[in-house]
C-alpha cells in the first residue's frame, strides 16, 4: 500500500490550495479516505474525511473553509482549502484505511503518506 500526497506550498492568508492524495495497492477502494495535521508542537487533528459511501466529515475549524472530494477514474483524492489561515499551518498526511472513527474526521487502521507542508503566512 502506498499514499502518495501532492500540492503543498507557501500560500497568504486569505488564499487557497488544493492537495491531492493518490492510493495504490489497495484491492478495494479504502472504505475511508481522509487527511489530517500535524503543526509543530501541536498533536495531531483530524481534517476530513471522506467516505466510501460518499458521507464526509469534518473538523469544526476547517467547516465552510476546506472541501474533500475524490475523483474515482483517477483514483485521487482531494482537499480543497480556501480562506487559509495562519493557524492551518502544518504538515498534512493523507490517510486511507478500512475503518471510520465514528463522527470524527478520521479514518481508522489507516496507511498514510509522508505528507506535505501547508505553510500560511499572514
Known amino acids: 500500500v502506498q499514499v502518495v500526497e501532492s500540492g503543498g506550498g507557501l500560500v497568504q492568508a486569505g488564499g487557497s490550495l488544493r492537495l491531492s492524495c493518490t492510493a495504490s495497492?489497495?484491492?478495494?477502494?479504502?472504505?475511508?479516505m481522509g487527511w489530517f495535521r500535524q503543526a509543530p508542537g501541536k498533536e495531531r487533528e483530524g481534517v476530513a474525511a471522506l467516505l466510501r459511501d460518499g458521507s464526509s466529515s469534518y473538523a469544526d475549524s476547517v467547516k465552510g473553509r476546506f472541501t474533500i472530494s475524490q475523483d474515482n477514474a483517477k483514483n485521487t483524492l482531494y482537499l480543497q482549502m480556501n480562506s487559509l489561515k495562519s493557524e492551518d499551518t502544518a504538515m498534512y498526511y493523507c490517510?486511507?484505511?478500512?475503518?471510520?472513527?465514528?463522527?470524527?474526521?478520521?479514518?481508522?487502521?489507516?496507511?498514510w503518506g509522508q505528507g506535505t507542508q501547508v505553510t500560511v503566512s499572514s
Open positions: 495497492g489497495y484491492t478495494y477502494r479504502p472504505f475511508c
Open positions: 490517510a486511507a484505511g478500512p475503518g471510520w472513527l465514528t463522527g470524527t474526521p478520521e479514518c481508522g487502521s489507516a496507511h
